[in-house]
């Protein structure tokens, strides 16, 4: 098998499922495990990703009014790698290279047929489907079924930590300008922490901040958007979270998510692991 993966979690399942050796080329998110670092890209944004959180937003929806894709797709690179099976999505035409993307490029003409595996993670019986059906296409499905039930046990071992006393009211944040609360999976990882997920302008107890691709770093330094909201100063809590590694990415690393989560509702009950690297308390 050559296997080519153009988004991150897809890239992820792979490597849980034992067959990383196989992969032979990426997308340019790629980067976990570091080892895929150094495989040929197969993409890249058509946007400046390193613009302000608004300015992305802006070119994101100019990007869909005019019908033209986030991504380009280098089908020279497909050619050459020649991929028995190319992993992508159709969840979000914004988050990661998508179907219609991968379509495109094949139509151009690439070399043998390559079969297309697409991932739709709406929710944590979506990433378990995700993981099935990545695993059925590589001919392993009993490995597959194997991940998930090591993972679901994983999360309900952690959030079996969670405290017996009145459920916190949490907010998550997926993006700051504008304002756009975390869907998906993300509101089953806080009930599973034994929280109430809310919006951020309905008063929660705790506010966690983990945009769409940003790191601790890139989110600390646009807290502005969020800090000149009248909702910010009355927050008992808040904290930011590498949202590219660990809240966007619906693959086996969920299971960290939850701990993540864990951590930052239950400071004094559940060991800080993640804190740091992956989470940092602000307010």
């Given at each position: 098998?050559?296997?080519?993966?153009?988004?991150?979690?897809?890239?992820?399942?792979?490597?849980?499922l034992?067959?990383?050796?196989?992969?032979?080329?990426?997308?340019?998110?790629?980067?976990?495990?570091?080892?895929?670092?150094?495989?040929p890209?197969?993409?890249?944004?058509?946007?400046?990703?390193?613009?302000?959180?608004?300015?992305?937003?802006?070119?994101?929806?100019?990007?869909?009014?005019?019908?033209?894709?986030?991504?380009?797709?280098?089908?020279?690179?497909?050619?050459?790698?020649?991929?028995?099976?190319?992993?992508?999505?159709?969840?979000?035409?914004?988050?990661?290279?998508?179907?219609?993307?991968?379509?495109?490029?094949?139509?151009?003409?690439?070399?043998?047929?390559?079969?297309?595996?697409?991932?739709?993670?709406?929710?944590?019986?979506?990433?378990?489907?995700?993981i099935?059906?990545?695993?059925?296409?590589?001919?392993?499905?009993?490995?597959?079924?194997?991940?998930?039930?090591?993972?679901?046990?994983?999360?309900?071992?952690?959030?079996?930590?969670?405290?017996?006393?009145?459920?916190l009211?949490?907010?998550?944040?997926?993006?700051?300008?504008?304002?756009?609360?975390?869907?998906?999976?993300?509101?089953?990882?806080?009930?599973?922490?034994?929280?109430?997920?809310?919006?951020?302008?309905?008063?929660?107890?705790?506010?966690?901040?983990?945009?769409?691709?940003?790191?601790?770093?890139?989110?600390?330094?646009?807290?502005?958007?969020?800090?000149?909201?009248?909702?910010?100063?009355?927050?008992?809590?808040?904290?930011?979270?590498?949202?590219?590694?660990?809240?966007?990415?619906?693959?086996?690393?969920?299971?960290?998510?939850?701990?993540?989560?864990?951590?930052?509702?239950?400071?004094?009950?559940?060991?800080?692991?993640?804190?740091?690297?992956?989470w940092?308390?602000?307010i």
């Open positions: 098998m050559r296997i080519v993966s153009l988004i991150s979690s897809a890239t992820e399942i792979v490597d849980a034992r067959q990383i050796d196989n992969l032979v080329g990426r997308s340019h998110e790629c980067d976990y495990p570091e080892r895929v670092k150094a495989l890209v197969c993409t890249r944004p058509r946007i400046r990703v390193d613009a302000d959180s608004r300015e992305i937003d802006r070119q994101v929806r100019e990007s869909i009014r005019t019908s033209i894709s986030v991504y380009d797709v280098f089908e020279d690179v497909l050619s050459r790698l020649e991929p028995t099976h190319i992993l992508t999505q159709i969840q979000c035409e914004v988050c990661a290279v998508s179907l219609r993307d991968v379509e495109a490029a094949l139509s151009r003409g690439i070399p043998g047929h390559p079969e297309v595996v697409s991932l739709q993670p709406d929710s944590l019986a979506g990433i378990w489907d995700d099935r059906r990545v695993a059925h296409a590589l001919g392993i499905s009993e490995r597959g079924e194997d991940l998930i039930r090591q993972l679901q046990q994983r999360m309900q071992t952690i959030a079996a930590q969670a405290p017996a006393h009145p459920p009211r949490v907010a998550c944040l997926e993006w700051m300008e504008p304002l756009m609360d975390a869907g998906y999976w993300i509101p089953e990882l806080i009930e599973m922490a034994g929280a109430v997920p809310v919006h951020f302008n309905s008063a929660p107890d705790v506010l966690i901040v983990a945009p769409c691709g940003f790191d601790l770093a890139r989110t600390e330094r646009e807290l502005y958007w969020l800090e000149r909201r009248p909702e910010w100063r009355s927050l008992p809590r808040a904290c930011i979270a590498d949202g590219n590694r660990y809240f966007n990415r619906p693959g086996p690393r969920v299971v960290e998510t939850l701990a993540i989560v864990m951590e930052m509702l239950y400071p004094q009950q559940v060991a800080p692991r993640h804190r740091g690297h992956a940092r308390a602000i």
